[in-house]
């Protein structure tokens, strides 16, 4: 079983920036793959950034550019490197893994991009 819990988040200025993180725990060698989604209000659930076990990175064409995705290995983390920010990327964000016994999904945090 793997457990993922996500720290960061919160209010943000227009231009500004955040990292949001988020640490699995449990058996973790199943994981292969870690991704970013987001929901906006009234929206769905999509996908912002995706990191695979080989380090290949697949990102949202809105957040290009401006978020990054990285994977730590050895603390079994990923982080989400959110600059520029925009009022259209105000949403809950989801931290979630793929494994080889299925998804899962952290619990979802709050950031708000306003002035």
């Known amino acids: 079983q793997v457990q993922l819990v996500e720290s960061g988040g919160g209010l943000a200025q227009p231009g500004g920036s955040l990292r949001l993180s988020c640490a699995a725990s449990?058996?973790?060698?199943?994981?292969?793959?870690l991704s970013w989604y987001r929901q906006p209000p009234g929206n769905g659930r999509d996908l912002v950034a995706k990191?695979?076990?080989?380090?290949?990175?697949t990102y949202a064409e809105s957040v290009k550019d401006r978020f990054t995705i990285s994977r730590d290995a050895l603390s079994n983390t990923v982080a989400l490197q959110m600059n520029n920010l925009k009022s259209e990327d105000t949403a809950v964000y989801y931290c979630?893994?793929?494994?080889?016994?299925?998804?899962?999904w952290g619990r979802g945090m709050q950031v708000t991009v306003s002035s």
């Open positions: 449990g058996y973790t060698n199943s994981i292969y793959s």
């Open positions: 990191i695979t076990i080989d380090g290949i990175t």
């Open positions: 979630h893994a793929e494994t080889y016994s299925g998804r899962l």
